[in-house]
Each structure stands twice: as C-alpha cells, then as structure tokens.
C-alpha cells in the first residue's frame, strides 16, 4: 500500500453542493442564503462576540487578575537555605550556581526565617537583606558587603 492508494471510507464524504445553477439543480436562486438581509449579500458578517448592539459578553464581564512582568526576576530566600551553599561568600552567581533561585532571577531577597551558625559575607547589587537578616548575619561575624 502506498500513501497515493490511500482513500476515504466510500459513503463517508459527500460531495460539495454547487449553489446558484438555476431552479433544476436544486440550490438556485437565493442560493440557500434565504431573502434579504445581511447574511445574504456577499461580504455581509460581523465580528465575533457581536451580539446585535448589545453588550457582549466579553465586555460586560469585569477584568481579572494581574500577572507581574518583573515578578520572573524576582526571588525571596530564607535565611537557613543559606547553609546548602559552600564557602563564605554569598552573591547572585553563588545562589545561581547552588540552585537556590530560578536561571532568571535578577535580584535576590534574603528574609529572616531560621538561623545561621556560620559567618557568610553578602556581596553585590543583586542581593538585598532585610533588617532581621542583617542583625543575624552580624550577630554571627558576618557582613553586608556593597
């Protein structure tokens, strides 16, 4: 069998009706388009959704929901996840690199959830701390490097 062999089912597709051949063929004048009217004469439609003038219903619903562009950059970190990290140093590459925030993370947030035991040193633009985390990371010989 080849795909040039291939046929429908016999029955299963009827063939296309010619419209507008006169009385005989039995799809003549109006052509099945009924009198009048807009769907009768060529190029007459309308929109999707219209609902003849009244207020369709994709505008009488209200808007919901927002969806944050800048929320993909964004990340919140506790403060224990920072004991999966090796070394003492903590900036975006390092959180990057231990996956502990999304590939497409720009800035980092560092909350007060846990405790260290350990001193690290937070560096870089990209990683912000809030004032509790800032007070255990000195409170454990670390520091907040610009």
Do not use: W
Not at 118 to 136: C, E, H, N, W
Request: charged share 30%.
């Amino acid at each position: 069998m080849r795909l040039n062999d291939l046929k429908p089912a016999s029955g299963s597709h009827c063939s296309r009706t010619r419209v507008g051949r006169g009385i005989a063929a039995g799809a003549g004048k109006t052509a099945g388009r009924g009198h009048k009217g807009q769907h009768a004469r060529s190029g007459g439609y309308h929109k999707v959704g219209f609902e003849g003038g009244q207020m369709p219903l994709q505008r009488r619903l209200p808007k919901v929901g927002f969806r944050s562009r800048i929320k993909s950059t964004r990340c919140e970190l506790r403060l224990d996840e920072l004991t999966q990290i090796e070394g003492d140093r903590i900036d975006l590459k390092t959180l990057l690199d231990a996956g502990l925030v999304p590939a497409k993370t720009q800035l980092v947030k560092i909350i007060l959830k846990g405790t260290i035991d350990r001193p690290f040193i937070v560096s870089g633009d990209g990683v912000k701390l809030t004032r509790g985390v800032l007070a255990a990371l000195e409170k454990a010989s670390g520091k907040m490097e610009s």
